[in-house]
């Protein structure tokens, strides 16, 4: 079956340290990944995704993700956090067909303490 | 990036009373349309998928009679709750994917709604 998994329920930093949120996925082909944040009570926003070319992605409010063909990964990167990036982030794959839904991973917490 | 609006996004019910929730997207086409399903700290689950024009493909498990979809333009699509039940209670969040419009990859990217909080009394 086809999946997406995000190992840790939450990933605790210090403001100004970098950050990485996880995830591998289990999709056959070459799938469309995707990072999506959400605030509580709000509906997930777009933060970067990956589709082709370079494996290292850029996205909005300084994230970055790196693909990892061989290990299957799709892991979130800041450089710095913030206190404001705490939020809940979830990867999602798109298999590479026409009109197939997103597959989520069930989520991390990011508490970025000050 | 893309905007998509939901109404409303708060609702109170009674029991055994029908809710329509809409997903609109305001400045690009969305040919399909994605309705999920999330519970307190958990991940979003796929209810169904809704097509322009056709009839929606739900997943296994979500009962199509009670759950009902229409999608019935490229801008708008709704869910509507029957016979509401307290266990119906749940954030539901739909989103969209772009057929053209004024962003480059709208056709890759599913954009989120804001999402709908449903408690059924």
């Known amino acids: 079956a086809q999946s997406v998994a995000q190992p840790e329920d939450q990933v605790n930093v210090a403001e100004g340290n970098p950050l990485t949120v996880k995830c591998t996925y289990s999709?056959?082909?070459?799938?469309?990944l995707f990072w999506y944040v959400q605030y509580p009570n709000r509906g997930l926003q777009f933060l970067l995704k990956y589709i082709t070319g370079d494996n290292l992605v850029k996205g909005s409010y300084g994230f970055e993700a790196e693909f990892n063909k061989s290990q299957t990964s799709f892991h979130l990167k800041k450089p710095s956090a913030l206190v404001s990036d705490s939020a809940l982030y979830f990867c999602a794959v798109r298999p590479n067909q026409a009109g197939t839904a997103l597959i989520f991973g069930k989520g991390t917490t990011l508490s970025v303490s000050s | 990036g893309a905007v998509v609006s939901q109404h409303p996004s708060r609702v109170i019910c009674k029991s055994g009373t029908s809710v329509k929730i809409e997903c609109r997207s305001l400045?690009?086409?969305?040919?399909?349309m994605f309705w999920y399903r999330q519970f307190p700290k958990q991940s979003l689950m796929l209810m169904a998928t809704s097509n322009e024009g056709s009839k929606a493909t739900y997943e296994q498990g979500v009962e199509k009679d009670k759950f009902l979809i229409n999608h019935a333009s490229l801008t708008l699509s709704t869910l509507t709750v029957t016979s509401a039940h307290p266990e119906d209670s749940s954030f539901y969040i739909c989103?969209?994917?772009?057929?053209?419009?004024?962003?480059?990859?709208?056709?890759?990217?599913?954009?989120f709604g804001p999402g709908t909080r449903l408690t059924v009394l």
């Open positions: 400045d690009f086409q969305a040919t399909t």
């Open positions: 989103s969209a994917r772009g057929l053209a419009g004024r962003f480059l990859y709208s056709t890759d990217t599913q954009y």
């Open positions: 999709v056959s082909g070459n799938p469309y």
